[in-house]
């Protein structure tokens, strides 16, 4: 990225760190407990004379030692970068978490419900900051970066490594907390009601700041003006319901086409890229738990997506990259996988989305599929909502949304020779156009 992007996307970054730190704030001042990475910090300032801000530097001073012991010499070459970034950013942070802190000084909620209700805006209000953060994509907090290196260091799911992270300084803050006032403070009822629903929130507000990456990248501004034409190579992308033939029909159309087809060749392709099995990748890869609580031991949504923050995010980013490579190798086919919100920036990339009533998708799904007729409908609304459901998370976009696709067809009333016959012309007859811009 050229220079004056990264001067935005750290903008963004510090701009994060700041919400972050006033979500934080808020929930430590609601005094229903904070979060583990917070825990010792609260504790070690209500029993010493130095401040929360200060504590959370120490801290992540201690995890960055951690870090390079987990490294070895040669690794702390390899990451030095990484390393050497987490102390500015932890010198922030803290200074942040201490003005924050102070402006909110005179807020003592005293009624149990004003605790509660500061506890959910101080959650909301860190959501906010963690989707910032992703949005900027250039560091992580210490953390994340400990978590990530143990779990490469010891081949652990990031998951069970941060569960087992989250658990080792939860116990540590109740054990200073027990030796310095005798009772145990900063861990409660909050702790847990607000590790469940950063989740959510994080969810809901994600789609709301997809206008910075453009803004970031420096696109649809003013003083955009294309200056040269480039080659690209065709792309058709094929979003499906599931029964409405997209496998079929994608396949005929590369075939005849005579370029590469990717749809179940996808899952060997992003294990290796990921570090994940192929059969993670087969079981989640248009998947998305609806369950709070995996979301608040599997999900973390403390760093950006790239650094492979969960299973899912580390997939899907995987996929990404994998798709684009292809992309950028040659023409092909790609069915599913949110390709065409991956190629947005290909405006060669032929967008086709397959749907078709219950009726037909039913006697597909038996015919070819060898579902039963009992189970057929179920099968097919639970797949497709799945589906949808995936696709908004990582996108923000509708998946039967039109407007992002060039072509619709029921394959309910219009036979496969009809559509394959209008895709491979349109394909033969565009001409490829895409504008480079200079800013």
């Known amino acids: 990225m050229n ?4 001067a935005r996307r750290y903008l963004v970054f510090t701009t994060a760190l700041f919400v972050s730190a006033l979500g934080v704030s808020i929930i430590t001042k609601s005094y229903m407990g904070t ?27 201690a995890l960055i030692a951690l870090q390079m012991l987990m490294l070895g010499k040669k690794g702390i070459f390899e990451n030095k970068m990484d390393l050497i970034m987490q ?74 490594v941060k569960i087992a992270f989250d ?21 409660r009822e909050g702790t847990i009601i607000a590790a469940l629903i950063t989740g959510p929130f994080v969810r809901l507000f994600s789609p709301m700041f997809s206008f910075l990456l453009r803004w970031e990248k420096g696109k649809n501004t003013i003083t955009d003006t294309p200056t ?52 993670y990748v087969s079981q989640n890869e248009q998947h998305l738990s609806s369950s709070l609580l995996y979301q608040m031991v599997m999900q973390d949504y403390e760093a ?13 980013v995987a996929q990404s990259r994998v798709i684009r490579r292809l992309s950028s190798e040659g023409s092909c086919v790609i069915v599913g996988r949110c390709a065409n919100f991956i190629l947005q920036d290909n405006a060669d990339a032929i967008n086709i989305f397959l749907h078709a009533d219950m009726k037909a998708k039913i006697s597909r799904s038996i015919l070819q599929y060898g579902l039963s007729p009992e189970n057929a409908q179920n099968e097919i609304e639970r797949i497709n909502k799945s589906r949808q459901t995936h ?25 496969t ?10 394909y033969k007859t565009a001409l490829p156009c895409v504008i480079s811009y200079m800013r």
């Open 87 to 160: 102390i500015p950013v932890s010198v922030l942070f803290g200074f942040f978490i201490d003005l924050t802190m102070g402006l909110l000084n005179d807020f003592t909620p005293t009624i149990y419900l004003l605790k509660l209700t500061s506890l959910i805006l101080g959650t909301a209000v860190l959501a906010i900051g963690i989707c910032l953060e992703v949005v900027a994509d250039v560091t992580m907090v210490s953390g994340e970066y400990t978590v990530q290196i143990a779990s490469k260091r010891f081949s652990k799911e990031f998951g069970t």
């Open 304 to 316: 950006p997506l790239e650094k492979r923050l969960s299973g899912e995010d580390a997939l899907f």
């Open 391 to 415: 696709f908004y998370h990582f996108t923000g976009w509708r998946w039967d949304d039109m407007h992002h696709y060039h072509f619709t067809f029921d394959t309910g009333k219009i036979d």
């Open 228 to 279: 040269a034409i480039l080659p690209t190579h065709k792309v058709i992308t094929i979003a499906r319901e599931y029964g409405c033939g997209g496998h079929v029909i994608g396949r005929r159309i590369a075939d005849e086409l005579g370029i590469p087809f990717y749809d179940k060749e996808l899952i060997k392709m992003v294990a290796k890229e990921s570090g994940l099995s192929e059969k």
């Open 35 to 61: 979060s583990p990475i917070s825990g010792i910090p609260f504790v070690m300032s209500l029993n010493t004379p130095l401040s929360m801000g200060t504590y959370i530097f120490i801290l992540n001073m």
């Open 417 to 426: 020779d009809t559509i394959c016959q209008v895709v491979q012309s349109y």
């Open 3 to 6: 220079k004056a992007e990264l």
């Open 167 to 187: 658990i080792s300084l939860v116990v540590i803050a109740t054990i200073a907390s027990l030796l310095l006032s005798g009772k145990i403070e900063g861990i």
